[in-house]
């Protein structure tokens, strides 16, 4: 069941994704200033609540992906990532990599 549970919301997931960017790439401008005024202020509220639980402890370890065997330092993925997004030029629209095929994503290679 977690199983199915987990499937359908990836599923919704990258369907809101996929809606997103479509209104991004072919609204009116209208339309477009409605999605991003109502869209924005969540999706920020939203990064900020993931990085919140990210935040470094006092030993310079990311709670939320350290284990008890594992250590994980500060920067954790989830920053790097956040930095890559947000900051350093990943706002650039991409193809969603749920569409993207198999070879080009990342750490994979073309099957012969």
Same mark, same amino acid.
């Given at each position: 069941?977690?199983?199915?549970? !987990?499937?359908?919301?990836?599923? @919704?997931?990258?369907?809101?994704?996929?809606?997103? #960017?479509?209104?991004?790439? /072919? $609204?009116?401008?209208?339309?477009?200033?409605?999605?991003?005024?109502?869209?924005?202020?969540?999706? #920020?509220?939203?990064w900020r609540a993931l990085l919140t639980v990210h935040e470094p402890d006092d030993r310079g370890d990311c709670p939320e992906c350290s284990s008890r065997w594992r250590?994980?330092? @500060?920067p954790c993925a989830v920053w790097r990532s956040a930095?890559? /997004?947000?900051? $350093? !030029? !990943?706002?650039?629209?991409r193809p969603a990599r749920h569409l993207l095929p198999a070879h080009a994503l990342p750490g994979t290679a073309a099957v012969p």
């Open positions: 069941m977690d199983e199915i549970l !987990g499937q359908v919301l990836r599923d @919704a997931v990258w369907e809101r994704l996929d809606v997103l #960017t479509e209104l991004a790439e /072919h $609204a009116d401008a209208p339309s477009l200033l409605s999605v991003a005024c109502s869209e924005l202020p969540r999706i #920020t509220n939203e250590r994980s330092r @500060a930095y890559e /997004h947000l900051v $350093a !030029g !990943g706002l650039a629209p």
